[in-house]
């Protein structure tokens, strides 16, 4: 198969990694792309690591069945729990996600850096190292969302219980000086406006999804995976698959709207 016919898969526990997805796209816009929410396993962070890791590699394989090039595992926790194994089996790019602690720390003038995550996340070995290595010149300052992910997953974006569970997250942050805030979770760029709301301007709010996109390219490059201008055009238009595993008619019109325009996704049988 041409490269130009081979997709791109990326996959979260929901539908957190279309913030992933749409950085993809901004920079890749030629690839074909396949997105898979595993939403009826949703949020993997309050799942066992053995039933996490069963359904990362279940997904992986049906990327590489659809004769994917690259593998992006747009949550954190999944990169944390399967992503190691995915490298092992799997000749592809496999991309993982994890906090943007270490452009955080480098970026904030006060050396206080606050980072929002699932607890999953905090509680696994990969972020903890994470701090180790580049936590050392900041105060490092880690903050649990329990019920966040839930909450964006039922499409309350702009809510009062999203706005209340936020404020309960952030203020103590903002009280203990934090200028720089990374955004640990690929569901938490949906709820941004309300996050930068209530942290104001003077608090630097990153999203990791950029970074990730940018080390995908990088990674397809050095593969010789990676669409150029000069490669031959497609007959048609790059195309995005949708895909989840939940009810797809309860699924899309969160989908879409988080997308930005129609989704239309498959179900997803295993």
């Known amino acids: 198969m041409k490269v130009e016919e081979r997709a791109i898969g990326v996959f979260d526990s929901g539908v957190g990694g279309l913030s992933v997805l749409a950085h993809i796209h901004a920079l890749l816009p030629d690839e074909r792309l ?4 595993d939403s009826a396993f949703m949020p993997y962070g309050c799942k066992s690591d053995e039933l996490v890791e069963e359904r990362c590699m279940s997904i992986a394989a049906f990327f590489v069945e659809q004769s994917c090039k690259a593998i992006v595992v747009a949550c954190n926790t999944a990169t944390a729990v399967a992503v190691d194994r995915i490298r092992q089996k799997y000749d592809v790019p496999v991309i993982g996600m994890e906090p943007a602690v270490k452009p955080a720390v480098s970026h904030s003038l006060a050396g206080v850096v606050g980072v929002l995550a699932t607890s999953a996340t905090v509680a696994s070995d990969k972020f903890k190292q994470l701090g180790l290595r580049h936590g050392a010149d900041a105060r490092l300052i880690v903050q ?5 992910v839930e909450q964006i997953e039922q499409g309350d974006l702009d809510g009062d ?6 404020h309960s997250y952030l203020d103590p942050l903002i009280e203990k000086g934090v200028d720089t805030l990374v955004l640990g979770c690929t569901h938490y760029p949906f709820v941004s406006h309300m996050i930068r709301e209530i942290v104001g301007e003077d608090i630097t709010v990153i999203d990791t999804g950029d970074a990730i996109a940018r080390e995908l390219r990088r990674q397809l490059l050095m593969s010789e995976l990676l ?3 000069n490669d031959e055009k497609q007959d048609k238009p790059a195309s995005i698959v949708f895909w989840s595993s939940g009810d797809v008619d309860k699924a899309e019109p969160l989908m879409s709207r988080l997308w930005g325009k129609a989704t239309v996704p498959k179900q997803l049988l295993f």
């Open 227 to 229: 669409l150029l201008a």
């Open 161 to 166: 219980q999203t706005r209340m569970l936020l």
């Open 34 to 37: 396949i997105y898979v929410a």
């Open 144 to 148: 649990a969302c329990p019920g966040l």
